[in-house]
């Protein structure tokens, strides 16, 4: 396993439209296996291929309750909204407010490529919610309703709503 290079906003690879993950190789393996570790490593909730320069429909996160890895992600429900502060490791040390359902369920195919459904709410609803968002070139600074801010400043401003 590997620590990649994050891509940040400006970066092009970005704004582009990822493709579906069309079966398992070991290159495929290997970039979820390094973007778990990548990841971690840089203490995020969520990371997908785009953000380390592989133009592929993978995401990881893990939003505090465990690892998941969505190939070829597509979400089927979401209800009701959180309003709140959301950052990205592609655009590092950055804090705005976006608006997410507050529930979401979505389906993909795991590491081996079996289909699963996965429910999040709060955190892991968000969460899914932006790494979907970046296989389609969207980041979260184009749904910011908030000024994008140090994350620093950012908390210290909101401190009041975020309580
Ligand atoms: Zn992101």
Redesign the pocket.
Known sequence: MAIRNIRTEGDEILRKKCKEVTGLTPKITTLIEDMVETMYDANGV???AP?VGILKRIVVIDAGEGLHVLINPVILETDGEQTGGE?????PGKTATVTRPNYVKVKALDREMKEFVLEGTELLARAIC??C??LEGV??VDKAESPIMDSEAYYEKYKEENE
Do not use: R
Not at 87 to 91: A, D, E, T, Y
């Open positions: 969520g990371l997908a953000q950052g990205c490791l592609s655009v932006h790494e968002d970046h980041l979260y």
